[in-house]
């Protein structure tokens, strides 16, 4: 009983019955009401058939609208509750009412066609008819054992069998047009002369579209690809023009260190030629003392010649020795003199070696001090180089990590967009699922007061 009571999620109500007593039982009658439009679920399990057919073209667009109207109307007996099963039986009363079925045809456009709408939404099942023929968990418990119940329920398998003889009628007659449909087009294509001339200039346009879509399409491929090599190429441009500025940067320093090492060496030039100048004044100046002295020496000789010489032996002996004793001294002089000169040669040459040894020295010190201070320059250009890339590889990883942040940012703000989203959602279906608790509870109270009615009524 609870369960054929209760309404179908189609309607979402449950069909009225009013209460009346034993002595007004025989003057009402009992009442099958049925929704002529169902729901959205009804309708997608119902099949809706549509059948056009092209009138001949002498067929005028101002053809009067034929209607054929049919209703049919079952025997309303108690056999015909035997076909059908228990599960399937609802105990409602009230008047019954059998809804009629309109197959119609009528103009289908401006070429004066005749279409015909055969719908089985015309024959007014509602989807509580509907979850009730299909649905197999919908089992009622019998009905009362009261005259009225069973009024009712013969009422109900009335309807029943009037719906079912519609369904068939409806499926002839869906039938009987789809055969004149098909016969139609089968004599309006014999009747055409040159269809396979214009299928072949069809098919002919249809496989040149075709190609030139593909050719599009091929060249919009490559179009795209040459673009992407392009983007590629510029990104690569772009990518090395950081470390063409800092090679270009790199050589100029470089030009710059062997402009100064060509000055340094100049100068370094310079300071040899200056003192291969003095050098060589130095040996000029020490050659014209040398000969100076020679001059002296011979000078003095000449005038001790000219002492008068003795007669005796012993004048002549004595001039001998003293002669020789002078020979003697002038000799030793020459020599002291020439030990002098070669002593002091020895040391001018000594204090020039020392010289160029000491120039040899400063000028090996300048090389490998202007070596050291070139290499220093390049070793604080390839820092300053290392710099200024560590500097770009930062900034670039600065803003990569920028990019990366905001996109981050905005999956975030998206993730919370969709979170708001989700709980909106949720708050819509626990608040749905609040409305169907109390729908339910609703429902539950008005099956408890049909109920006690009923109880009431029994009771009575």
Known sequence: MENSRQSSPGTGKLPERPSHGDAGAGNQKPLCSVSPLGTAEAEGEMSTRRVVVDAPAGASSSMPLQRHKASFRAAQSPSSLDSLPASRTIAVSGLVRTPRV????????????????????????????????????LATAPAPSLERDLGAVEDLGGCLVEYMAKVHALEKVSQELEAQLRMHLESKA??????????????????????????????????????????????????????????????????????????????LESQIESLKEELGFLSRSYEEDVKMLYKQLAGSELEQLNVPIGTGLDDILETIRIHWERDVE?????????????????????????????AAALRVELHNTSCQIQSLQAETESLRALKRGLENTLHDAKHWHDIELQNLGAVVSRLEAELREMRAEAEQQLQAREHLLSHKCQLQRDVASYHALLDREESS
């Open 190 to 267: 014999t009747r055409s002369e040159n269809w396979g001339a214009l299928r072949a200039s069809w098919a002919s346009s249809c496989q040149q579209v075709g190609e030139a879509v593909l050719e599009n399409a091929r060249l919009m491929l490559q179009t795209e690809n040459i673009q992407a090599g392009a983007d590629d190429f510029k990104e690569r441009y772009e990518n090395e023009q950081p470390f063409r500025k800092a090679a270009e940067e790199e050589i100029n320093s470089l030009y710059k260190v062997i402009d100064e090492a060509n000055s340094s060496k100049m100068d």
């Open 330 to 358: 002038k000799n030793r002089l020459q020599a002291g003199a020439l030990l002098q000169a070669k002593q002091q040669a020895e040391l001018a040459r000594r204090a020039q070696t020392q010289e160029e040894k000491l």
């Open 102 to 137: 309109y197959v119609g045809m009528a103009p289908s456009g401006p070429t004066g066609g005749l279409g015909a709408r055969v719908t089985r939404r015309a024959l007014g099942i509602s989807s509580v008819f509907l979850q009730g023929l299909r649905s197999s968990g």
